[in-house]
T-cell receptor, first 116, second 111 residues
């Protein structure tokens, strides 16, 4: 497709289980961003990739969170030993280059995670 | 901490009225962007204004930027019910790849 694709759209998992969220960016986009949004809240920056590198991982909430990007394309956000406070929409976005260069970022529809 | 802060948090107006939302930020930026979000899902880009620009227009949208006050405003003129959404400003931090969003303004336009 032409846009950013995220899967799964919705995920219900039991507390303590691991989850993987996938993001397929727009083809050719070098920058990829992950955000988290709790109900009715703003977007919390998690991590960004330039190519396969993640220069700044300081936004990840805890060491239970990790992300990788392979081949400069698909990215996976992994949450280990999920907790109820991890319940949120996880939004992925991509752009042709970094935002500081004036690039618009394009969002996927998000993955809604519910931890029960 | 988040870079941008919008106010008001919520705004309710009648169709046809103008809506103004403000955004303040803390550190130097290269550019500032405004996004719209419907129903808590993906955001859609509205407009980008660079740090050397003071005002920009796109259709019924007008954005201003005051770098001395570290603030921006988004004006939607002649609002429509379809403008009902949450609006976010986003700023990069100079020399980093981060794009930080504010908490957003929830706009309700009553028909």
């Amino acid at each position: 497709g032409a846009g950013v694709s995220q899967s799964p759209s919705n995920k219900v998992t039991e507390k303590g289980k691991d989850v993987e969220l996938r993001c397929d960016p727009i083809s050719g986009h070098t920058a990829l961003y992950w955000y988290r949004q709790s109900l009715g809240q703003g977007l919390e920056f998690l991590i960004y990739f330039q190519g396969n590198s993640a220069p700044d991982k300081s936004g990840l909430p805890s060491d239970r969170f990790s992300a990788e990007r392979t081949g400069g394309s698909v990215s996976t956000l992994t949450i280990q030993r999920t907790q109820q406070e991890d319940s949120a929409v996880y939004l992925c976005a991509s752009s042709p280059g970094l935002a500081l260069s004036g690039n618009t970022i394009y969002f996927g529809e998000g993955s809604w995670l519910t931890v029960v | 901490s988040q870079q941008g802060e919008e106010d008001p948090q919520a705004l309710s107006i009648q169709e046809g009225e103008n809506a103004t939302m403000n955004c303040s930020y803390k550190t130097s930026i290269n550019n500032l962007q405004w996004y719209r979000q419907n129903s808590g899902r993906g955001l859609v880009h509205l407009i980008l204004i660079r740090s050397n620009e003071r005002e920009k227009h796109s259709g019924r949208l007008r954005v201003t930027l005051d770098t001395s006050k570290k603030s921006s405003s988004l004006l939607i003129t002649a609002s429509r019910a379809a403008d009902t959404a949450s609006y976010f400003c986003a700023t990069d931090r100079s020399n980093t790849g981060k794009l930080i969003f504010g908490q957003g303004t929830t706009l309700q336009v009553k028909p």
